[in-house]
């Protein structure tokens, strides 16, 4: 009715007075639309700045962290430094993404320090036309790094709803070449074996016979071993069929759900990945 009235009044001023009012409306007009430019340019200058706090703090993870512990293979240096970790963590822990430790995801499950992501990484010694099978995706980002650096990366985690998350989210990061499933690690991924390498970022009690057949020759397997706080990460290679075991590292993962403990429900002590 207002609007009605108001147009009525309008019809009824003089051509003279029409024209100050055309002005008026289109000028209105403009400093709406100037408005909406200045908050979008605002909303984009705060996403620079924080993808450049972020990008900064990769990198001082890689010289910080990862460099003068031993990392030196440069392409899993340049994997660290490319994926966003904050990413893979919770909006209210993206402050402590590139801190040197684990963090929680939700369901009782950890991301792995940054440390403990890139050591596993650089023992597998990956090549770009690698296959890999990854056992707990957990929020995704090992799954990420190991994209950076082979054709394929093929991910199996027990708690489908991670699963789901994981998968949206690396979908939303562009990793084409990153696959993931809701099931059970234990049993590996048959249907698309065998793999040049395969990564364990859960600790079962012992190796799974179903990965070790899964395994290439010549192929190498990184996989935490153990109970509780007596875990060893070992390092599997096979050669001529046989596989050849190597402690490396004292850790503490997440216990294997699934065949491995007759369980699909989280352990209830998930702890930090210490580093050595």
């Known amino acids: 009715m207002k609007l ?65 512990r031993g990392i030196k293979d440069q392409k899993v240096l340049m994997a660290m430094a490319q994926v966003p970790r904050e990413e893979f963590v919770a909006t209210s822990l993206r402050g402590q993404a590139y801190s040197d430790q684990a963090l929680p995801i939700g369901h009782n499950q950890t991301i792995s320090q940054p440390f403990i992501v890139a050591f ?51 979908a939303r990061l562009r990793y084409r070449n990153a696959h993931v499933k809701a099931g059970d690690g234990y049993k590996g991924w048959p249907e698309v074996a065998p793999f040049d390498a395969i990564i364990v970022s859960c600790a079962p009690d012992k190796v799974p016979q179903p990965l070790t057949q899964q395994l290439k020759e010549e192929g190498r397997m990184i996989i935490p071993v153990g109970s509780g706080i007596d875990q060893q990460l070992y390092l599997l290679e096979k050669k001529h069929g046989e596989l050849a075991q190597t402690a490396i590292l004292p850790v503490r993962f997440v216990p294997m759900m699934g065949e491995a403990t007759g369980t699909n429900e989280p352990g209830e002590s998930p702890s930090p990945q210490p580093s050595p």
């Open 120 to 170: 596993m990484t650089e023992e597998l010694h990956l090549h770009p036309s690698d296959r890999v099978l990854e056992v707990g995706t957990g929020s995704g980002y090992q799954t990420a790094v190991l994209a950076e650096l082979v054709k394929d990366v093929y991910s199996i985690e027990i708690l489908e709803p991670l699963a789901k998350e994981a998968s949206a989210r690396l």
């Open 4 to 68: 009605t009235m108001k147009r009525r009044k309008e019809k009824n001023l003089s051509p003279r007075e029409r024209g100050p009012m055309r002005i008026i409306k289109r000028m209105r007009r403009i400093c709406a639309w100037l408005v909406v430019a200045v908050l979008a340019v605002s909303g984009c200058q705060k996403q620079r700045e924080s993808a450049s706090k972020f990008a900064a703090a990769r990198q001082r993870m890689v010289e910080e962290q990862l460099r003068p």
